[in-house]
């Protein structure tokens, strides 16, 4: 589905292009972790994202405070 949205055209929103395209190597970095425990994933996944990821930067508001 990411690749999908990657091909389509961005002229109106390079940052949509660049969003997409980041979740798309967060999606691949962590793979093998989310199909050994997908409910578990998310927010250990973005705590080891790179600290300028756009992803991160979107969602680190929703990491728990406890991790």
Not at 10 to 27: E, G, M, V
Not at 40 to 59: D, G, N
């Amino acid at each position: 589905m990411i690749r999908r949205l990657e091909g389509l055209q961005f002229n109106r929103s390079p940052d949509l292009y660049d969003f997409i395209h980041d979740a798309r190597r967060f999606a691949v970095s962590n793979r093998s972790i989310v199909e050994q425990a997908a409910l578990q994933v998310y927010c250990s996944a973005l705590v080891f994202a790179p600290e300028k990821s756009i992803v991160r930067e979107t969602f680190e508001g929703y990491i728990p405070s406890w991790i």
